[in-house]
T-cell receptor, first 117, second 112 residues
Framework: DSGVTQTPKHLITATGQRVTLRCSPRSGDLSVYWYQQSLDQGLQFLIQYYNGEERAKGNILERFSAQQFPDLHSELNLSSLELGDSALYFC????????????????FGPGTRLLVL | LAKTTQPISMDSYEGQEVNITCSHNNIATNDYITWYQQFPSQGPRFIIQGYKTKVTNEVASLFIPADRKSSTLSLPRVSLSDTAVYYCLVGDISGGYNKLIFGAGTRLAVHP
């Protein structure tokens, strides 16, 4: 158990809908990351927050948005869902961003499996 | 644009040493190289991290040449439980914004 929690575990929805995925980082961690992993695909970095501020951004679609709240939990909002958005969405946390982008060890949650029908 | 390249898959037998290499030609100057392990339907788990030369911990070693354009994860005496996908992670600061690049992953199968 990494200490990172994600809800819900599974989500089934229809095309065009909007969903919100929630992540609670490990106690004491200030940085949160979001990743998308499609079937048989690698991990695609979406976005990173540190203490409420956006720090790094990957290939995140404009239909997707995220934020980190004062209590440090984070939400990833996916709107106008398409079939291709079906994937496993992981949240990870680290103590702080570190000197470089990857210096800090990331602890991953169990993921939210999204199925768009 | 930083891009990482890893072998898609590897096979090994219990007790053997496994070396997985990741190439990352455009790694950011001040960034580290990190390797993660992932089992099916689970989140990735940290294995090892380094900046240059060699790093060793209780589960693996990481070799990084002076030019830092590649790195090699070494798993000594693998067991069946090491069957998993292994990813290297580097940072990229090109294009005016920062992002993290995971390799496509190497699927390691350990056989009895």
């Amino acid at each position: 158990d990494s200490g990172v929690t994600q809800t819900p575990k599974h989500l089934i929805t229809a095309t065009g809908q909007r969903v919100t995925l929630r992540c609670s980082p490990r106690s004491g961690d200030l940085s949160v990351y979001w990743y998308q992993q499609s079937l048989d695909q690698g991990l695609q970095f979406l976005i990173q927050y540190y203490n409420g501020e956006e720090r790094a951004k990957g290939n995140i679609l404009e239909r997707f948005s995220a934020q980190q709240f004062p209590d440090l939990h984070s939400e990833l909002n996916l709107s106008s869902l398409e079939l291709g958005d079906s994937a496993l969405y992981f949240c990870a946390s680290s103590l702080r961003p570190g000197r470089g982008l990857t210096q800090e060890t990331q602890y991953f949650g169990p993921g939210t499996r999204l199925l768009v029908l | 644009l930083a891009k990482t390249t890893q072998p898609i898959s590897m096979d090994s037998y219990e007790g053997q040493e496994v070396n997985i290499t990741c190439s990352h030609n455009n790694i950011a100057t001040n960034d580290y190289i990190t390797w993660y392990q992932q089992f099916p339907s689970q989140g990735p788990r940290f294995i090892i991290q380094g900046y240059k030369t060699k790093v060793t911990n209780e589960v693996a070693s990481l070799f990084i040449p002076a030019d830092r354009k590649s790195s090699t994860l070494s798993l000594p005496r693998v067991s069946l439980s090491d069957t998993a996908v292994y990813y290297c992670l580097v940072g990229d600061i090109s294009g005016g914004y920062n992002k993290l690049i995971f390799g496509a992953g190497t699927r390691l199968a350990v056989h009895p």
